[in-house]
């Protein structure tokens, strides 16, 4: 769809770009002689301007282009005085291919949150205007008596990233259409997934590969998270040593004792779900928890019991039900682990204690009388877990864990759970994530913030201190299992949102396979896809939005399950990244690529609910592109100060990354990459003109990261050219300095000839 004479245009960063028709016009050009067009794909909106002038007169535009080269100029010095934005820069620096002037809007129909239009009408008879409004799905036209016409209608597109917004207004009816279009294929539900761009990029080659039958024969892109693979690479099987754990193969195969989880799972070795009292078993303790989310291992150590578990939380009610089968699964997890313990202390192969003053450091004070066991206390203790103990972890507030058994839920009483410690993290739920979420978009978003307290500011909308517990959780959990030995049991509500996080960011603190690019893309697969992160429904695609059919009546809108947790996920990624940056393969624009393609629905990697939905119901993989396989394309995402750790032997239990708490804590700071991306005010700083060249709009990351991965080289050539220059230096002083020891030698010696 194409739409020309737009009017207004204007998105989130024009107070501070001039983007859009903004009145800022460098050659002096009139500002009737500027024109802007929308053009609107299934993959995205654009929006982008012309001038007229340009493609009259030949005189016209040799003026337009000598103008230009001052232009540059005069950006050039700006950006080498560091007195611009980053934004800015792209934005007065952009040039087509013939060295014309332009500006380009641009935005994923999967990115917009909702559509606003608003139409102003003026009566033929009073010439008196009036406006109405109108948002998704409830378009309403208003004709006065005397058939007066329509002057104008601005259409609002909201962004689910940062606050984000384009506007623009037309006197054309196209802009209804242009509506309805939006509407229809930025929120197609599940039932119409293959509205998604994702879809359709792979299209014609589905159609063109299947067979009479229906079926489709398209290539499908590998799995990165291989169970079978992943479970013999974490646990080294060796014949001295028998593995505390099992895959269950059969018991869930079919997704018919919990169709959130893979067909794939693990458990306690002493588990059998071939044998009618092992499946008797799993479907009991099943019975027992939130949404049939039982406990299984996501993590396990390659010499002991140390590992992690996940499930959702039990069914206790008010009445405090009891499940003797759960009891006991918890249990035997303890006793596989105790047992793998004692086996790994004869053999020698237990990792070396450190010292209580070491431990105490890395704690800072925090939790230490939870973290710190009682065996700390004695000299020479040969084996961890000497009580079959299991580390509960419930990663909600206490207040919303005992909240939750007026609805037949809670926690697990440990009276019951026999060698079991439970300690609660506070965590927010997806209500708390998202508004929190909304606040840092809209202090990001807003020209008019105090930035003498803005650091305050981003403090009080509290997502930094949600990000702090979700480390702080995540840490622990990580020592726990590195230090404790302890097997450790995580769960929230439904064991799909903080729970994926948690687990997750543990293990990339464990394991240094997790910190690079397969592994990552393996650990994303594993807790957050196979295990049933709700994609598709916390991202709003069409699902989750909650019900808009009295939104004309209010201006408060129920967004039901839509919350940014992996949004959140990949924030606290980055703090580490960006704090360790040399314990990954890969640099923060790989993250921040990532964030941008969880709403773009330009991959179908990061879409639907669960693994049966992608496998079975949408074939993800035989339909839609890979995330990964682009990811692995863009050299710039490979971190070059990257030091690979040798996992062999002993030496992958000393690649795990367990910093300070304090440390990780305190320099929890604003990711702004991904929330000033479209900020209304400058905030990123600019780069050199020499190797900038600038993208036609900041969302199309790949040629962001380009330029900000020809700034990487640059800096790192200049650091070698001082390296070589200074070397060369030292060689130079070095052969003067022994050159004078030389004539020292020579006159002592001469000297004590004449004595």
Not at 65 to 81: E, L, Q
Not at 173 to 199: D, I, S
Not at 250 to 263: D, E, F, L, R, T
Request: charged content about 20%; aromatic content about 10%.
């Amino acid at each position: 769809m194409f739409i020309s004479n737009l009017r207004d245009v204007k998105d989130t960063s024009s107070p501070h770009t001039n983007v859009g028709t903004a009145k800022f016009y460098r050659d002096g050009a009139a500002e009737g002689d500027e024109k802007w067009c929308c053009a609107m794909t299934l993959y995205r909106i654009i929006l982008f301007s012309f001038r007229e002038s340009e493609f009259t007169t030949d005189d016209i535009d040799h003026q337009v282009n000598g103008d230009t080269a001052i232009d540059c100029c005069r950006i050039d010095d700006w950006v080498r005085s560091a007195s611009v934005s980053m934004q800015f820069q792209w934005a007065n620096h952009h040039r087509n291919a013939g060295g014309k002037f332009h500006q380009v809007i641009q935005m994923p129909i999967g990115a917009i949150d909702r559509v606003e239009k608003t139409t102003d009408f003026v009566s033929n008879a009073s010439q008196t205007g009036f406006a109405s409004s109108s948002f998704i799905g409830h378009s309403t036209m208003y004709v006065d008596n005397l058939g007066g016409a329509v002057a104008k209608e601005t259409l609002i597109i909201h962004g689910k990233d940062n606050g984000r917004f384009i506007q623009f207004t037309t006197p054309s009816y196209e802009c209804g259409k242009a509506y309805q279009h939006l509407n229809e294929y930025a929120f197609p539900g599940k039932k119409r997934l293959g509205f998604l761009f994702a879809f359709e990029s792979r299209k014609a080659e589905v159609m063109g590969m299947g067979n009479p039958a229906g079926r489709i024969t398209s290539r499908a892109t590998p799995r990165r998270y291989d169970a079978l693979v992943e479970f013999q690479r974490m646990v080294s099987v060796s014949p001295d040593i028998q593995c505390p754990w099992r895959p269950l193969l059969k018991i869930n195969s079919s997704y018919s004792v919990c169709g959130s989880y893979p067909s794939i799972l693990f458990g306690p070795s002493s588990i059998n779900d071939e044998t009618p009292e092992g499946i008797g078993i799993i479907r009991d303790i099943a019975a027992f928890r939130s949404g049939q989310r039982f406990q299984t291992l996501s993590w396990a150590s390659q010499y002991d019991g140390a590992s992690l578990w996940r499930c959702a939380q039990p069914k206790v009610g008010i009445q405090g039900n009891r499940s003797s089968t759960d009891e006991r699964y918890v249990q035997m997890i303890g006793e596989c682990a105790a047992l793998a313990n004692s086996q790994a202390a004869v053999k020698g192969k237990m990792p070396p204690r450190p010292s209580v003053e070491f431990l105490r450091m890395l704690t800072g004070g925090i939790n230490a009388s939870e973290l710190m066991l009682e065996s700390y206390g004695r000299q020479g203790a040969a084996a961890f877990n000497e009580k079959c103990m299991v580390k509960i972890m419930d990663l909600r507030p206490k207040s919303s864990a005992m909240a939750n058994r007026t609805a037949g839920y809670g926690y697990e009483n440990t009276s019951y759970y026999k060698n079991t410690t439970l300690s609660f993290h506070g965590i927010g739920n997806i209500h708390a994530v998202r508004d929190s979420y909304q606040k840092l978009n809209a202090l990001c978003a807003n020209p008019t913030a105090n930035d003498v307290q803005w650091m305050q500011l981003v403090e009080e909308t509290k997502w930094l201190s949600m990000v702090r517990l979700v480390l702080s959780a995540s840490w622990q959990a990580a020592f726990h299992v590195r230090y404790n030995r302890l097997p450790v049991l995580l769960h929230c509500s439904h064991g799909w949102d903080r729970t994926s996080q948690v687990c997750a960011l543990a293990q990339i603190l464990l394991d240094p396979h997790f910190r690079t690019r397969a592994g990552f893309s393996c650990l994303v697969e594993k807790d957050f896809l196979a295990l049933g992160h709700p994609f598709h429904l916390r991202s709003g695609h069409g699902e989750g939005r909650g019900d808009r059919s009295n939104a004309n009546a209010s201006s408060q809108v129920d967004e039901g399950q839509m919350s940014p947790i992996f949004i959140q996920f990949l924030d606290c990624v980055w703090q580490i990244v960006n704090q360790y940056p040399d314990f990954f393969e890969f640099n923060s624009k790989y993250i921040l690529v990532i964030s941008e393609h969880v709403y773009s629905c330009r991959f179908g990697t990061l879409l639907c609910d669960t693994e049966k939905e992608r496998e079975v119901a949408a074939s993800i993989r035989q339909r839609t592109p890979c995330l990964w396989e682009y990811l692995d394309s863009s050299p710039e995402l490979v971190n070059k100060s990257y030091m690979p750790v040798n996992c062999h032997g002993n030496k992958c239990e000393e690649g795990s990354l367990i910093m300070p708490l304090p440390c990780l804590m305190r320099n929890v700071t604003l990711w702004t990459d991904r929330f000033c991306m479209y900020s209304s005010k400058p905030t990123d700083r600019c780069l050199p003109p020499e190797i900038a060249r600038v993208p036609t709009n900041l969302a199309k990351s790949d040629q962001v990261l380009d330029r900000v991965g020809r700034f990487n080289d640059v800096e790192l050539e200049r650091v070698q050219a001082d390296a070589v220059k200074w070397k060369e230096l030292a060689r130079q002083k070095d052969e003067q300095i022994f050159a004078l020891n030389e004539k020292l030698k020579a006159q002592e010696h001469e000297h004590n000839q004449q004595i």
